[in-house]
């Protein structure tokens, strides 16, 4: 038995079963974890969620921004772009199946040997504040999708304080664990800032705010496309930008091994 976790995959399909082969997925026995992301952009994200959903018992994903969009247009109709993926989604016989099971994946996954988020940490929340915030966010997206997720989108408030309203703590959460790149040292996202550095010299990338002695085991998320394969301490970055033309990157657990696919 192994555990695998996987980058963001955002609609290949060729690339996810092209590395299923080569990471030899036993389905009886392997587990497979993804860091968000499952859909956009790479043309068959029907074909990934109904991959993924039917091996729901050995495989999870963490929820991804892309992801959240999805959820967005489909339970508010209204705001249904020109997207051609998620059209596809949508018109499926098996949509309802597929969009309730995407509804109900957390926003953080805690394994004996990782921990896992499409983003990362808010490195000003110790990782207990973290998984309980993440776990509360899930959960009212869960049970009130409509009336969460048309408050979903805007970059206010941009720090975390303790008197942030609801909404305004679940967006926060939001943004934190599924768009997350650059903060400032008072702990201010920067939603806005995309690329592996940035000249604003009063950002850092979240993770060198975060101290890792507060971690007991590796943090993995992906979300940053042009970081690419980032691995230091405990810090690991698996976006090796698929979609892009890049990998689609797994880390073993068992023994951390890399296995990648172009």
């Known amino acids: 038995m192994s555990d695998y976790v996987i980058g963001d995959v955002q609609g290949c399909y060729d690339?996810?079963?092209?590395?299923?082969q080569k990471i030899n997925f036993k389905p009886d026995c392997d587990r497979l974890f993804f860091l968000g992301d499952l859909v956009n952009r790479g043309g068959q994200s029907l074909a990934v969620l109904r991959w993924v959903y039917a091996r729901q018992a050995n495989c999870q994903s963490v929820l991804g921004n892309h992801d959240l969009s999805l959820l967005y247009r489909y339970h508010l109709p209204k705001k249904r772009s020109k997207n051609a993926e998620f059209r596809a989604i949508f018109e499926a016989p098996d949509h309802a199946l597929l969009m309730d099971w995407l509804r109900h994946c957390p926003l953080m996954i805690d394994l004996p040997n990782a921990l896992l988020s499409h983003a990362g940490m808010y490195p000003f929340w110790d990782v207990e504040t973290f998984k309980q915030k993440a776990d509360w966010a899930?959960?009212?997206?869960?049970?009130?999708?409509?009336?969460?997720l048309k408050y979903m989108?805007?970059?206010?408030?941009?720090?975390?304080?303790?008197?942030?309203?609801?909404?305004e703590r679940w967006r926060f959460i939001?943004?934190?664990?599924?768009?997350m790149r650059f903060i400032d040292k008072q702990?201010?996202?920067?939603?806005k800032e995309k690329m592996a550095a940035t000249a604003k010299p009063n950002l850092?990338?979240?993770f060198n705010y975060l101290d890792q002695t507060t971690?007991?085991?590796?943090l993995y998320f992906g979300h940053?496309?042009?970081l690419g394969l980032y691995q230091q301490g405990f810090i690991n970055c698996l976006d090796s930008g698929c979609v892009w033309g890049g990998a689609l990157t797994a880390v073993r657990l068992d023994d951390l091994q890399l296995i990648q696919v172009s």
């Open 15 to 20: 690339a996810l079963m092209a590395l299923r």
């Open 204 to 206: 850092q990338a979240w």
């Open 224 to 226: 940053w496309s042009t």
């Open 138 to 148: 899930a959960m009212k997206l869960q049970s009130k999708p409509n009336k969460y």
């Open 187 to 191: 702990g201010r996202l920067d939603l």
């Open 174 to 179: 939001i943004n934190s664990t599924t768009r």
């Open 153 to 167: 989108y805007g970059d206010q408030p941009d720090r975390w304080q303790d008197d942030l309203t609801k909404i």
């Open 215 to 218: 971690l007991d085991k590796p």
